[in-house]
């Protein structure tokens, strides 16, 4: 099942901060952000792997909450290189036993000068 | 540099024919994988390899085929049996250990005409 990202867009001023919320119905092995600029790959941001740590990457970090299988996506002081749109990947088992990834929709986030 | 080649970038099908997508990855990464993007629908897995000569059906499988025969090629062929098949196709590969996220290609436009 996809996980669920909210909000759907985001328009910021440069400078200004946005968080991207991922939750999924299912149990979870970790959880990764990715970042897809207009016609281009998927770039992978981060990785968080159970025990609710918080990751960073620049300016960018993130949580992950287990128990609730939840994880935001913090984008603070935003630069114009951050437009884009993010995507959370969620881990989960598959009946073959080996594990993938189930993106949610993506949230598109627009830093404007 | 390693990387993940797809080709070709822009393809055109016409109705009741098969086309084969290349993915050609020299990361020597075990797992690789297939995922199709559809405007505001995320990416959704069709196919998944962990090891050579073998490979599962993933959500949307129905009208693709795979093979694994090599560790480096991961193709992909959306067949006449797949009604829908215009969309952005994306090759991924990981590495058994994970911490690096997914590689992804740059992509193959499908179009029918």
Known sequence: QQPVQSPQAVILREGEDAVINCSSSKALYSVHWYRQKHGEA?????ILLKGGEQKGHEKISASFNEKKQQSSLYLTASQLSYSGTYFCGTENLRNSGYSTLTFGKGTMLLVSP | DGGITQSPKYLFRKEGQNVTLSCEQNLNHDAMY???????????????????????????????SVSREKKESFPLTVTSAQKNPTAFYLCASMSKGRLGGYTFGSGTRLTVV
């Open chain 2, 34 to 64: 297939w995922y199709r993007q559809d405007p505001g629908q995320g990416l959704r897995l069709i196919y998944y390899s962990q090891i050579v000569n073998d490979f599962q059906k993933g959500d949307i499988a129905e009208g693709y």
């Open chain 1, 42 to 46: 998927p770039v992978f941001l981060m």
